[in-house]
Structures are given as C-alpha cells and as structure tokens.
C-alpha cells in the first residue's frame, strides 16, 4: 500500500496540453475517482501514474519516492483496462499466474496466489477455461485477479465497467468496493459515470479541460459544487439551472419570486439558480423555498416516483412526484422546493455563489 | 405424406436456384478450373509413361509404369535436390515470419522518428522486381563469397517487404491494452511481443508462412544464378538440368516434378483454411 502525490503533474502532446499542473494527494488505502467527460485527462493522469505515459512536468511519488523516470514495472502498481486486457491464447489460470511472470516465486507459491485470488473472485471452476467461454463479468473478475496476485501498492481502474450491461456494471460495483475493504490497497478509479463516482470512491476528483474543479467526498460534491459543471455533473437526473432576475430588489425564478434573498450580494453578471429534481417535488409545501408552476410536457415514471418535465416561465425544469402520483401530459402542477435546497450561481464566471 | 411434401418443396428451391447468371458464372468456372487442372493431370499422366509414349496425348497412359519414379527415387541427385529445397524453404519461411514479424510489430506498435518513412521505404521495394534485384544481388554475394552457397540462395528472402507489410497490417488490429497490460506487469519489449502480440496473430503468421514455404520451394530464376554446383540445386533447377543434360526426358521431368508438387499439396490440403484466409486477409492474389 502507498500514499500517491501528484505535484504539478503536467501532460503535453506537442502544443496541446492535456493535463495542466494538478496537484493531489491520495492517501495509503485511499478509494480516489477521477470523474468527467471524455477528454478532460482523467485516463492520461491515470496512465502517468502507471507509466504508460511520459510526465512532461511535475513530480509523481508513490510511497514517498519520486517515480517519474521509472518503468511500470519498477512502479509495483497494477491496471486494470476497459476491455479487461486479459490474452485470449491463455486460460485463466494463465492470465491470472501471467502478472507473477516476472516475480521471483517458486511455483507452489504462484499457483497459491493463483488459487487465492480465484477463490476471492469466486472463478475457482473457471480456471480451465478460455477468455471466450466467459461473460463480461467473468473477464472483468479475472482482469482483477491478475491485477491482485501482485500485491501492488497500488490498483489502477481504467473505465473498467464501461463494456458491461446496466445490471453487471451494479454488482460489479459493490464487487470491486468490498474487494477494497479486503484488501485496503490504495485504488485509483477512472470513469465518466458519476454513479460510479457516487457509489464507489472515499474522494472525487472532478477533472474538466485538463485540471481539477474540486475534490471532496461523494456528499461534498452533491452537497457543495464549486462551480455549475461540477453540480451539473454530480448527481442523477442533473441539477436544474433556471437564470434568475433580480426585479425591485427581489429574485425572481421561472415566473416565482423569491422575497427573503439579498439580491443586492449579486454580481452584475446575473445569477443562475439551481435545485436538484430531487428536492424540486410536485404537489409538496413551500415552505417559504421556491415554488413553480408549470405545464407537464413529459413524464418517466420510474415506479417509487416519477420524473416530470415542467416548462415554467419559459425554462424546462425537471420535478418528481412522489409515490404512483403520475401526472398528466399538458396538465399545469406546482413543485416546491424547501429553503436551503437551492444553489446559486454567478451566471457570468458559472462559480457558486452559496446556498438558499 | 411429409416427406414427399419435403423433397417436392427442396426440388421447387432448387429450380428456383438455377438462373442463367448461375449457369454462366458456373460455366466461366468450369471452364477456368479445367485450363487450371489438365497441365497437373498431364504432369502426373505423363509420370506413369514411358520414354516412348511421351508423345502419345492420351490422357490415360495405355501402358502405365512406375518405371519413371523408381528411377527418379533411385537417383540420389533427385534427393538431395528435395533435401535443398527443404532446407532452403523451411530456413527462409522461419526467418521471415520471425524478421517479418518483428519489423511489423515495430512499425505497428512504436512511436518514432521517420516510422513512416522506413515503411515507405520498405514498400517501395515492392515496387520493383525480382529480375532488376538480382544484379545487385549477384554483385553483393560475388564480393562476399556467397555464390554457391546455400546462404548465397536463401539470403535475399530472408526477409521480405510483402512480410513485414502483411505483419504491420495485422499487428495493428491488436488492442494497445494487451501490450500496455504486459507492460505494467513487468515484461520487456521482446517477451511482450513474443508472448502477448505472436499468439494474438497467428492467422497471419500462418499466411505469411505458407506463402513464403511455398514460393522459396517453387523458387527457380535467383537458385539457378546463384548455384554452379549439383549439390547444391534446389528441386526446380534440378528438374531443368534434366531437359539440358539429358536431351529433354519428358518423363523425367514429369515424374520430378510430380513428387515435389506432393509437399505443395499436402500443405495446401492440410492448411487449406489458412491459405484461403491468408488470400483474404490480405488481399493477395496467392
């Protein structure tokens, strides 16, 4: 196990710099998720800590040693790929035995790491087999295997429940998470799905353009987005964002006033305001928050409740309605949400600006 | 009831199936694989004639003998011909899938400097043929006394540019993650190539193979310059000596030539789904 710090750590492609100056800690055991859209250097910082990519600039230390001129190899970590990497001319055993082909073990030993790890994976009856008798998740687990027979300080996820269904991709979740608390080796994960993000990681790292926008705890970034992209982001369905107007001293949103706010701290850019569709429910009290009414144009019923697509005072905002309350198409509804369920944002540089 | 319902509809799907354009491609087929197959016929029906009914174009010998094998097997030139032409064919088919193969992979899979221009550089020499090439190659195994030798016959297909292409292509479908995967689990370059990338295309390592066994073993025009010696011709040059020498022995000739076609064939049949993936994959006319 080991602390991994990035200090400045710089990716550039001829003119084109992918990763700018990060500077992050991750701590011995530590569960980190780079998250964002594609392009935004996650898989390149990702790669630079596993060697596959030369560090323009910046220091890399792992376990408290300076690594940047150093081989994978040389690094002790394990990877493991989207599309699982595992070599379809050997059978499990041979791809799991294959990340102990350099290691100086006698046999006996690499065969009980061998069974170990596919005993913990549960692939013990698999062992014969070829990667193409296998499913998706199967693959997965023996890419995992391989990774875990090293003993690595360190376990590197690069998007690897990308090619698995909806249902395999949540069991292979909490699969990878309990594997975690096993074995309490640091992990860094890369992925563009914020419920993996949510679900997974101990920390978060939204990365956008090559930097990173914040860092915090899955319920730090729900709760406390910097900025608009990160609350975008964070969080399913995404927040909505309604542009708010400041008339007579007093914020108005979606054709709703809000009375209480100080619209006299707003920037001269104006003023986005945000309220995620969870807290943005149909039919329920104001209690003094945000009250909208609008026109139903399109409803998900999802079972424990429904989202409904609202066009209020010329913006499409997303509510849910509790229980089997399905509302109709066409149909006008009032959704309230409570104070201090809204986000504010400066329109012009997109930062938050607080809650309400 | 059922089964006469079954063959009236099977023989209705078959008249359905016979349509003039059938008809003609089936006729230009036939018609291509007999010019194709009498030659072979003939090679091996003159084999079983003797020297006086060479001339006699009945396809069936009215009198067969194996006289002409026997003498032909009974010759320890004819031998060591076939010895030769194993050799040289076996030697160049494992350098070229191992040279070819390596070079592929590095075209492939590395980024560096001028890559593009040595593989422009390597497929030109497809570009020019084997008759302007054997000057120079006769002048380079004249001056480092290689004529006469079998590295003298081996050494200019050693490696080949149609190889090292045809690896490149395929190496290429290889996802950079297995190699990436062997990285970080501690393997050199070499081993990673050897182990991972190898046994990711053996498909085309089967065509480059069989295409380089069967050229280098039907191989004539550079074995007949380079050697001087009997010893040390391959099976085509062998067989020619036969209509110099010996005031052109048809039957002989057939009869060589029918057994050194015997390892083409059992090499085509044997590997027949190779070769014909091999035409496929790599856009070749065989």
Same mark, same amino acid.
């Given at each position: ?105 006698? #046999? ?60 395999? *991709? ?153 229980? *089997? ?32 | ?20 354009? *059938? ?89 560096? *400097? ?162 014909? #993936? ?9």
């Amino acid at each position: 196990m080991a602390r991994i710090e990035l200090q400045g750590l710089t990716k550039r492609y001829g003119r084109l710099t992918a990763v700018q100056a990060i500077d992050l800690a991750i701590d011995d055991g530590e569960f980190v998720v780079f998250v964002g859209p594609s392009g935004c250097g996650k898989s390149t910082t990702l790669r630079m800590i596993a060697g596959l990519e030369d560090i323009s600039d910046g220091t890399l230390r792992i376990g408290g040693e300076v690594v940047n001129q150093r081989e994978p190899k040389q690094r002790n970590i394990a990877m493991v790929f989207q599309n699982y990497a595992i070599y379809p001319h050997m059978t499990v055993a041979q791809n799991i035995g294959f990340g102990l082909y350099t290691a100086r073990l006698s #046999r006996q030993e690499k065969q009980k790491r061998i069974e170990e790890a596919a005993r913990i994976l549960g692939l013990e009856d698999l062992l014969d087999r070829r990667p193409a008798a296998l499913s998706g998740g199967q693959r997965q687990r023996v890419a995992i295997g391989r990774a875990m027979v090293r003993n690595p300080v360190a376990f590197l996820f690069d998007e690897p429940l990308s090619n698995l269904d909806a249902q395999l *991709r949540s069991a292979m979740r909490i699969e990878i998470k309990r594997l975690h608390q096993r074995l309490g080796t640091t992990v860094v994960y890369v992925t563009h799905d914020q419920v993996e993000a949510m679900t997974m990681a101990d920390r978060i790292v939204v990365m956008r353009d090559g930097r990173i926008l914040q860092v915090g705890t899955p319920v730090e970034l729900y709760e406390n987005p910097v900025d608009v992209f990160t609350a975008r982001f964070i969080g399913s369905p995404a927040m909505n964002l309604m542009p708010g107007a400041v008339e007579e001293g007093v914020l108005a949103v979606a054709g709703a006033r809000l009375p209480e706010t100080n619209a006299a701290s707003f920037g001269d850019g104006g003023v986005l305001v945000g309220v995620r569709p969870h807290d943005l429910v149909v039919g329920a009290e104001s209690d003094g928050g945000l009250s909208i009414s609008g026109v139903v144009t399109a409803v998900e019923p999802l079972g424990a409740e429904t989202l409904v697509h609202l066009a209020a005072g010329g913006v499409e905002v997303v509510a849910t309605a509790p229980g *089997r309350l399905v509302p109709a198409v066409d149909s006008t509804v009032t959704a309230s949400a409570a104070r201090g369920a809204l986000y504010l944002f400066d329109a012009g540089s997109e930062r938050a600006l607080g809650r309400l | 009831m059922t089964s006469i319902a079954a063959s009236t509809s099977e023989l209705a799907a078959n008249r359905r199936d016979i349509r003039p354009g *059938r008809i003609v491609a089936w006729t230009l087929l036939m018609i291509g694989g007999i010019v194709m197959v009498t030659p072979l016929i003939y090679m091996f029906s003159t084999s079983l004639k003797s020297a006086g009914q060479v001339y006699d174009l009945r396809l069936i010998p009215a009198d067969p003998t194996l006289d002409n094998y026997i003498r032909v097997l009974a010759d320890g030139r004819f031998v060591r011909w076939f010895l030769n032409s194993t050799l040289v064919a076996t030697a160049v088919t494992l350098s070229n899938v191992f040279f070819d193969s390596l070079v592929g992979y590095t075209l492939a899979k590395f980024e560096f *400097r001028g890559r593009y221009l040595v593989f422009l550089a390597i497929l030109s020499t497809l570009m020019i043929p084997t008759e302007m090439l054997v000057i120079p190659w006769y002048l380079m195994s004249s001056q480092l006394g290689w004529l006469d030798t079998y590295w003298g016959i081996m050494f200019p297909g050693m490696m080949t540019a149609f190889g090292t292409f045809l690896m490149k292509q395929f190496f290429e479908t290889v996802p950079d993650d297995f190699l990436e995967a062997a990285r970080v689990d501690g393997l050199n370059e070499f081993t990673i190539w050897w182990k991972i990338a190898m046994p990711m295309v053996t498909p085309a390592i089967s065509a480059l193979a069989i295409f380089t066994f069967l050229g280098n073993w039907t191989a004539f025009f550079w074995p007949l310059i380079v050697t001087t010696s009997r010893e040390l011709y391959t099976l085509p040059v062998g067989l020619s000596s036969f209509a110099v020498e010996q005031s052109i022995q048809w039957e002989m000739i057939m009869t060589g030539a029918a057994l050194a076609t015997i390892p083409t064939l059992i090499v085509f049949l044997a590997l027949q789904r190779y070769i014909v #993936r091999g035409v496929m994959l790599a856009g070749l006319k065989g």
